[in-house]
């Protein structure tokens, strides 16, 4: 989790990577067992991909809280 929300602040990730760092973070959140920071994360990859494989998957994760 920190690595990932280090990686976000950098001030230089791909913007590409974002919405697959933020359903990474998500999971993390998930396994931990912080349901809040998991939906936030998860419904935060939809905004930046609605479309994407990744918004596919945190949809997926979504439904399991």
Do not use: C, N, W
């Not at 280090?6 to 697959?20: D, N």
């Amino acid at each position: 989790i920190e690595l990932l929300t280090a990686y976000i602040g950098s001030g230089e990730p791909e913007p590409k990577l974002f919405p697959t760092t933020h359903l990474l973070l998500g999971l993390a959140y998930q396994l931990k067992g912080d349901y809040p920071a998991a939906r936030r994360e998860l419904e935060r990859v939809a905004m930046l991909s609605p479309h994407g494989e990744d918004a596919e998957a945190a949809e997926i994760l979504l439904q399991g809280l």
